[in-house]
T-cell receptor
């Protein structure tokens, strides 16, 4: 099946700093999503971005499908950005329609 | 408000006592699925459904049952729960042809 690797596994920042999270995947995809898992365990949809670039406030994401990677940018980080960030993809081929394969996540800690 | 709801949000039970976790979506989505999240193993798909009365196994279906009698509901049934089913469970849905998946708030299950 498709493999998803996220880096870095852990990231510690001071409030106000910028960061870039990376997601590499091993095959063609028809879905790529970025999630933020908050301390209560909820998965918050950040971006649906199988290709191209999107921005939402301080967050933006870019997926280069031909090179099989996606980047999540967080600017001017805040303590509320802390949590785990997941990249998840659905393979464009195969029979497992719609199944999202998740990376292991990046644990982000933002200190005041 | 468009959403996926799950109940209960938290449950502590004992081995062998049948339980059902409900999932409902109000977006008229055809595709629904269940995932479990475990430390070190990430999120894995349990079962999915592409429409009413159409269900299929995901990666970790053992010990679980599902049904899809109505488009909006997709309950997860544990006929005889065991401690290895202690986990955080998520229900998700999306419209066929539009791959962005929307997740419920999660159900934290403990089986003693």
């Amino acid at each position: 099946g498709i493999q998803v690797e996220q880096s870095p596994p852990d990231l510690i920042l001071q409030e106000g700093a910028n960061s870039t999270l990376r997601c590499n995947f091993s095959d063609s995809v028809n879905n790529l999503q970025w999630f933020h898992q908050n301390p209560w365990g909820q998965l918050i949809n950040l971006f649906y971005i199988p290709s191209g670039t999107k921005q939402n406030g301080r967050l933006s994401a870019t997926t280069v499908a031909t090179e099989r990677y996606s980047l999540l940018y967080i600017s001017s980080s805040q303590t509320t950005d802390s949590g785990v960030y997941f990249c998840a993809v659905a393979s464009a081929g195969g029979t497992s329609y719609g199944k999202l394969t998740f990376g292991q996540g990046t644990i982000l800690t933002v200190h005041p | 408000e468009a959403q996926v709801t799950q109940n209960p949000r938290y449950l502590i039970t004992v081995t062998g006592k049948k339980l059902t976790v409900t999932c409902s979506q109000n977006m008229n989505h055809e595709y629904m699925s269940w995932y479990r999240q475990d430390p070190g193993l990430g999120l894995r798909q349990i079962y999915y459904s592409m429409n009413v009365e159409v269900t299929d196994k995901g990666d970790v279906p053992e010990g679980y049952k599902v049904s899809r009698k109505e488009k909006r509901n997709f309950p997860l049934i544990l006929e005889s729960p065991s401690p290895n089913q202690t986990s955080l469970y998520f229900c998700a849905s999306n419209r066929l042809g539009l791959n962005e998946q929307f997740f419920g708030p999660g159900t934290r299950l403990t089986v003693l």
